[in-house]
DNA sequence: CTGTTAGCGCATTCAA
DNA sequence: TTGAATGCGCTAACAG
């Protein structure tokens, strides 16, 4: 049906009185055809309005062009802004792109989702799912069996994964320290979910620099929470509870900072006289947020970027027949300081 | 060089000692094979991993089962979540994505984007870019021309195009006159950029609210952002300078609003007694600002996924030769009522 | 510089 | 219920 009326290089060539084969070179861009020929043609296939078959051309190629990317929702900013960063360097690399977003890290859907993309003989595949850590079992089994090259983004490394990552530990650790600069004297913590390497990461981030300052016994001061608003402000009042005597927290991201801010305004404590915050991702709207928010900026349409990029040199060496080996590549996040914690 | 190592048709048909063509016939789950026959062959097929060419079969049936979809880029919560929407509808009924970005619309980038869907053969075109209303000149001709048919997402309908919209203008109205049942006697707003449509249309219903309710001489009222928070911030600066009577403001989507709720705060007006506020979106953080903000909730993922079981509808339609005529689905959106508007 | 031949991997006839 | 032949639209390899 959809190949009804649909014009091929066969109607092309014949318009044009040539070969398919020197339209095929017409299409392709190839040096081998003489001037005119080759303007000839090209106005036969604007005339025709003819769009050569993506799927014909493949097939034959024996190459597919094509990305797999698997995406975790849109729903918080840094894996969605995460996946923009991909698409755009996909785009300029010439390469499509097929997506598919889960929600969670479910082997079923990963299943499908792996079957489609050999299907679709995609030559490499990004995991862009924040890494529920006790997944990574089954997945790497999964992933062994397939030759296609592939790539995490934000996964701890093992050194045997070709990963993109950003130093979720190191804004930990700026955040804390800038804290402790500010005076505070006891510091808290609300993290993710302890199954996401981002929050394990930025939770060690928090512990080197309470540690180097001299703390110990500071398992009081971590509370989980789950990314969201709410979390952030559940978790705060259940910090104080526990000791009364925090007078700052590191809010693993800036969502549950906006939460942790309301928390401390019903308590009536002021920020950041009486309480100091700091966030994570530096969102749009932390600047906005009230007071205006310090947070940790990551740059993840970049993450996303370096990973296409990188994944571009991969997939070269593998059609050389080489392989590259495993590495890590580190983006460095930046401590933006606005008045949530800065004591007048 | 992919192809080197791939299995194809014909080593499942071999090791499993029947024809490719009954191979076939398993893949596509067909009746007229024995059982027997069908175990043995899915056994092989298993057990050498074997997974079909999609571009064969595309290629073999004259179907691409794909839709292509050109949104706007993840900044902005409402059309980003569209994408959500889109993609898991998509996924359940059996199609593919392509997915193109675009950060305004932009003539050369456009056709670029066109001519790859065409050559991707996709059975369909959702346009999900909110809609700079200049541009339908063009992009109408475009379009035309395409055999494919197209849905397009939040655009104004002129009656001969199939649209899924959200009424924005009741949304406006709305959040409008829940502004004047509280009490408000004097209510501005800050618009999105002019040039799109979901801007117009609660500029629209806001005004009709306000029409209705007697007032006259309103253009002092209006300024219009470009849905960030600064714009927000400055826009409310600039509405009270020129009339310092406005008591309320509605702001057409929660970043502008955020912004809005700092400048009042640096005004020392308080909110909701001196000054009332409604946003538009019901993002996630909307509950958690200072004071939490009343609002008009879209439901976008609902949007995406109305548009696409639409276009499984033309799609069917169109291979059966048909045309369906053009008509737009309206989604209706909801006031979401709290502290920012409702006085003591 | 251009054309011919062959085949990419699969599904759709048609026979048996 | 199964198989053989043919073609989808394009490009690669080879000739000329």
Chains 1, 2 share one sequence.
Request: aromatic share 8%; charged share 25%; net charge negative.
């Amino acid at each position: 049906m959809l190949t009804k009326n649909k014009i091929t290089i066969k109607d092309v060539a014949r318009v044009a009185g040539v070969s398919t084969q020197t339209v095929s070179r017409v299409l392709n861009n190839r040096s081998d055809v003489s001037v005119e020929t080759r303007s000839r043609v090209q106005k036969v296939i604007s005339s025709l309005s003819y769009s050569p078959n993506v799927f014909a051309r493949n097939l034959s190629r024996g190459r597919s062009n094509t990305l797999g990317v698997i995406g975790y929702g849109l729903f918080f900013y840094g894996p969605s802004s995460v996946l923009t960063g991909i698409e755009s360097k996909a785009n300029e690399l010439g390469f499509s792109l097929t997506l598919s977003l889960i929600d969670r890290v479910e082997p079923s859907k990963v299943d499908r989702i792996v079957y489609d993309f050999l299907s679709r003989r995609v030559e490499g595949i990004i995991w862009a799912v924040p890494s529920d850590i006790t997944a990574f079992d089954w997945l790497a089994d999964k992933f062994a069996r397939v030759q296609t090259p592939l790539i995490y983004i934000n996964k701890g490394s093992n050194g045997s994964d070709h990963v993109t990552a950003l130093d979720n530990r190191l804004g930990g650790r700026l955040a804390t320290e800038h804290l402790l600069q500010q005076g505070y004297q006891r510091i808290g913590i609300i993290t993710g979910p302890s199954t996401w390497w981002e929050a394990q990461e930025r939770l060690n981030g928090w512990q080197e620099a309470i540690e180097a300052a001299g703390y110990s016994n500071i398992d009081s001061l971590i509370i989980e929470g789950d990314w969201n608003p709410p979390s952030g402000d559940v978790g705060l009042h259940a910090l104080l509870d526990r000791d009364p005597e925090i007078d700052a927290v590191f809010v693993s991201n800036d969502q549950m900072a906006l939460g942790a801010l309301q928390a401390a305004r019903s308590l009536g404590l002021n920020i950041p006289e009486k309480l100091g915050i700091v966030g994570f991702d530096d969102i749009p709207e932390a600047a906005y947020f009230y007071p205006p928010l310090t947070t940790v900026r990551q740059d993840t349409r970049k993450l996303g970027a370096i990973a296409v990029e990188r994944m571009n040199v991969l997939i070269e060496a593998h059609h050389e027949g080489e392989t590259l080996d495993p590495e890590t590549l580190w983006l460095e996040p930046r401590l933006i300081v606005r008045k949530s914690s800065v004591r007048k």
